[in-house]
């Protein structure tokens, strides 16, 4: 069986830069039936992004009771395992502080998912709990 971190980063399919831009510009979070979705209008089409539309596409089985983080002994310990040299006890990483490929990964993450205000070196609490989840496969 394939993991599903390597279904979801392997998985292949056409995005177009113009739409990802126009989704952000015109996206939302709104209530549907009472589940927080993605709602936004591309090329007056309105496009919904569900929890159960991603766990479906990218076969991610996940357990809508499942825990969403990951405990903090797990993640000081896999901060350990990957030698990280900061503070692992504080509420920011500097990716300066990870060896090469985790600094990469790190950055990723950054890039992609952080609060632009917060910089681009720093990670919180939240980034590193996603870093976490990823080196040991585990859902969040």
Known sequence: MESRINKAVTFSTSAYKSFVKASW??????????IEVIQGN?????????????????????DPN???????????????????????FSNQINKGDLPLRYKFLLHVLIQCI???????????????????????????
């Open 25 to 34: 510009d015109f996206a939302s979070v709104v209530q549907v039936n009472g």
């Open 42 to 62: 591309l090329n007056d089409l309105t496009v919904t992004v569900s929890p159960e539309i991603l766990n479906t596409g990218l076969e991610l089985q996940e």
């Open 66 to 88: 499942a825990p969403f983080s990951i405990p903090i002994m797990s993640t000081c310990g896999c901060l350990l395992r990957m030698k990280c040299t900061g503070d692992i």
């Open 114 to 140: 952080s609060n632009i205000r917060a910089g681009y070196d720093i990670a919180g609490n939240d980034i590193i709990g996603l870093m976490v989840a990823l080196v040991l496969n585990k859902p969040v």
